[in-house]
Structure formats: structure tokens, C-alpha cells
């Protein structure tokens, strides 16, 4: 089972950027997903979560109104738009997938994690 995350990049603060999560292995669509990140010198925290039908989804509070989390079952991955990039995002993101249905904050929720891919926003 594998948790692929793509998409980071080395970019300028207001631009954008679409991270992916593609799962290979088995499916997850029965499982609620999660983006984290960490920062260098921080703890792992929680960016966004989807259910597992796409019908909740959840933020952290300073990526709301920047950052969508979407699905795609179909395809067994997981996006996240990250839109008017700020540097303060920078950090290594990773994808996850949950132990049940929903999505949680809590790191100790998730059964599977992604290797990880940097971003880095510039000023």
C-alpha cells in the first residue's frame, strides 16, 4: 500500500500550486483523507481533510479561502489547490489516509502516509 504526493515546487508567494496524492495498493475510498504539513523546526500539523464522498471537508484556519481539498474515488487520489501561496506555507506536505470514513486533525487517526513533497514559497 502507497501513499504517492506530487506536486510541490519551489514557487513565488501568490502563486499557486496542485498537489496530488495517488494511491496504489488498494482503494480508499471508504477512507477519510488528509493533507498535513511541517514546517522546518515544527510539528506535523493538519491542512485540510475530506470525507470519504466528498461531503465534509475541513481547514486549517489560515489556508481557508487559499487551499481546496477534492477527491477523485475513480482515480484513488487525493488533490490539494493551494492558490495565492503565502511564504509561510512553506513546509513538506503530506497526504494520509484515515482509519474510518471522516477525517480528523489528529495524526494518530491515520493509518497511511505519503512520502512527503516540498514547497516552497518564496517572497
Known amino acids: 500500500v502507497q501513499l504517492q504526493a506530487s506536486g510541490g515546487g519551489l514557487v513565488q508567494a501568490g502563486d499557486s500550486l496542485r498537489l496530488s496524492c495517488a494511491a496504489s495498493?488498494?482503494?480508499?475510498?471508504?477512507?477519510?483523507m488528509g493533507w498535513f504539513r511541517q514546517a522546518p523546526g515544527k510539528e506535523r500539523e493538519f491542512v485540510a481533510g475530506i470525507s470519504w464522498n466528498s461531503g465534509s471537508m475541513s481547514y486549517l484556519d489560515s489556508v481557508k479561502g487559499r487551499f481546496t481539498i477534492s477527491r477523485d474515488n475513480a482515480k484513488n487520489t487525493v488533490y490539494l489547490q493551494m492558490n495565492s501561496l503565502k511564504p509561510e506555507d512553506t513546509a513538506v506536505y503530506y497526504c494520509?489516509?484515515?482509519?474510518?470514513?471522516?477525517?480528523?486533525?489528529?495524526?494518530?487517526?491515520?493509518?497511511?502516509w505519503g512520502q512527503g513533497t516540498l514547497v516552497t514559497v518564496s517572497s
Open positions: 494520509a489516509a484515515n482509519r474510518g470514513a471522516y477525517y480528523t486533525a489528529s495524526l494518530a487517526s491515520y493509518v497511511y
Open positions: 495498493g488498494r482503494t480508499f475510498s471508504n477512507n477519510g
